[in-house]
């Protein structure tokens, strides 16, 4: 409460130092307090956004009116072949994003059962969730960011608070061709706060039938003692209500599998452990380095990448975190860093 007093008397401190009519001061106030009460930073014209966030008046013009202009388009490939699209924004408008993201939406939490691209969470915690279910449904949304409209991210800087032309620039600033961008900083957490309805929509569905339900980005997972087959159905057309498409192909009802992949972790009925494909293939490449050692290793397999090494300390992170009980793990790490300080 003191910190919006305080904030309030230092707008009325600094229309009253500019000599803005007490009739004026009224108007911006209601404008100011609704900010205030949504925990937003106060923004009121084109020209005092671009003096928030550091850049010219004219280039932020050309970012709002041509947003397209600002990216750069390139493909890269998917774990289960073809290609991914993906526009990257340029420096200029990417530090006009991390704005947008550290200012405004992290003010704002996600749904709980969102796991995706949220402080604290991850793809391990959005496994943890379904240990020891017997019966888990993966589905996955279709093309996502793209099926998310800058109609929609309008109307979130609006149910901020924002000014009807504010709320279009900072959502120009966060879309490519009007939808969201799959490289933009913003896309992420924007499409967790922008599917709040749904999450809490699948959250309640599932409770009705005694089913836990989380969300990584586009991986929707439902799990319990037992999933009625009808629920896909259900899910699909709660989906749709949103915009958004559920792709078939992906979608998976496992009964009783021995082998239940959620996130890229196994999950089992009283733990998570990493895949067992992933953990032989790291076992059989660090056996081969603590025999004969990591130039061989390289040699042998003609790998030329300059941050092979570091990958592959990431694997045994990785591991580390989603078995931190895991013995071979320290004793890797501890191998694979001396390699890097002998280097």
């Not at 209601?30 to 010219?56: A, M, R, W």
Request: hydrophobic letters at 35%; aromatic letters at 12%.
């Amino acid at each position: 409460m003191n910190m919006k007093k305080n904030t309030l008397e230092h707008w009325s401190e600094f229309f009253h130092d500019r000599g803005i009519s007490y009739e004026l001061f009224e108007i911006y106030l209601v404008y100011i307090q609704k900010l205030i009460s949504t925990d937003s930073p106060i923004i009121f014209e084109k020209e005092h956004l671009s003096q928030l966030l550091g850049i010219n008046d004219s280039i932020l013009n050309k970012m709002i009116n041509s947003p397209n202009n600002f990216y750069r388009k390139f493909t890269i490939p998917k774990k289960r072949g073809g290609d991914r699209n993906i526009v990257a924004p340029y420096p200029s408008l990417l530090s006009c994003q991390h704005w947008i993201y550290k200012n405004i939406l992290l003010t704002e939490q996600p749904h709980y059962s969102c796991h995706g691209f949220t402080p604290k969470k991850s793809i391990i915690s959005n496994a943890k969730i379904h240990i020891g279910s017997k019966t888990l449904l993966k589905m996955d949304l279709e093309d996502f960011f793209p099926s998310i409209p800058i109609n929609w991210v309008v109307r979130y800087f609006q149910q901020r608070g924002y000014a009807n032309n504010v709320s279009f620039y900072l959502a120009a600033l966060c879309c490519y061709d009007e939808h969201l961008a799959q490289g933009a900083a913003t896309s992420p957490y924007l499409s967790n706060l922008l599917l709040k309805g749904l999450d809490e929509r699948l959250t309640n569905l599932c409770l009705k039938y005694n089913l836990k339900y989380s969300r990584y980005a586009d991986d929707l997972t439902i799990s319990g003692e037992y999933v009625p087959h009808t629920l896909i159905e259900v899910i699909t057309e709660i989906v749709s209500d949103y915009g958004l498409k559920v792709n078939i192909k992906k979608t998976a009802l496992l009964i009783n599998a021995r082998k239940k992949i959620i996130t890229g972790i196994a999950v089992t009925e009283d733990n998570i452990r990493v895949p067992r494909s992933f953990r032989r293939e790291l076992k059989n490449t660090m056996n081969f380095i603590l025999k004969y050692g990591f130039i061989s290793h390289v040699t042998q397999l003609k790998i030329k990448d300059p941050y092979y090494l570091f990958s592959l300390i990431g694997k045994v992170n990785f591991l580390m975190q989603v078995e931190p009980e895991n013995k071979n793990a320290r004793e890797w790490k501890s191998t694979l860093i001396n390699i890097l300080k002998s280097q």
